[in-house]
Nanobody
């Protein structure tokens, strides 16, 4: 049974930091690219960051570049999104997702999804 379980969300003031984790099970994590997406109320789900299977290639949305960092630990089957200098516009439910082969910024390319974790940034 495939599971992606996000954790680490919460309420933080603008300028603060949060560290999101995603624990994966039920598939061969080390062969999958991973991504983080987010969805704010009334908006479509949008790409945040992606990392390839080995962790050597990453990509970010322009809105988070320089503030967020994606990383993975294949020994622990986890992917992490370190979020610094948070802004109120970062408020959303954050989802991790998995896909085979190459990393991607397109949500439809992803095969497995977590349930999401809420991030709220107050001004």
């Amino acid at each position: 049974q495939v599971q992606l379980v996000e954790s680490g969300g919460g309420l933080v003031q603008a300028g603060g930091s949060l560290r999101l984790s995603c624990a994966a099970s039920g598939f061969t994590f080390s062969t999958y690219a991973m991504g983080w997406f987010r969805q704010a109320p009334g908006k479509e789900r949008e790409f945040v960051a992606t990392i390839n299977w080995s962790g050597t290639i990453t990509a970010y949305a322009d809105s988070v570049k320089g503030r967020f960092t994606i990383s993975r630990d294949n020994a622990k089957n986890t992917v992490v999104l370190q979020m610094n200098s948070l802004k109120p516009e970062d408020t959303a439910v954050y989802y991790c997702a998995a896909k085979t082969v190459r990393s991607s910024s397109t949500a439809d390319d992803y095969k497995y999804w977590g349930q999401g974790t809420q991030v709220t940034v107050s001004s």
